[in-house]
């Protein structure tokens, strides 16, 4: 004999939790940490003008700066031998005088270096 195909039973609805008895007294939330004080900060002192935000002195600037600035590694090795030998930059225009550096490189580079 062939006995029918079992129905899924029905879980029985669950019943709400009972609430606590009044002696249990509820949990309060927990009081954020105090953030230490920070020290008064002393305004620093004035330094020499900043050239503004993007550019670069081409007579102080390292190698990585150099590189930063998008020249490959024996371009910004020219800058550096050309400082070096003639004692710095004296214009920003001088960098039409450093071998290896295209033109269009140049008049894009004097917009962002100053000396």
Avoid: C, H
């Amino acid at each position: 004999m062939v006995s029918p195909p079992e129905r899924p039973t029905e879980a029985p609805a669950k019943e709400p939790e009972p609430e606590p008895p009044s002696w249990v007294a509820e949990k309060e939330p927990e009081p954020e940490p105090e953030k230490a004080a920070e020290p008064e900060r002393k305004p620093e002192p004035p330094t020499e003008p900043k050239p503004p935000s993007g550019t670069l002195n081409l007579n102080s600037a390292s190698f990585e700066e150099l590189r930063g600035l998008g020249m490959s590694i024996t371009q910004a090795q020219r800058v550096i031998t050309y400082r070096e030998k003639l004692g710095g930059f004296r214009s920003v225009d001088d960098l039409d005088q450093v071998p290896g550096l295209p033109k269009k490189f140049r008049v894009d580079l004097k917009s962002r270096a100053t000396v």
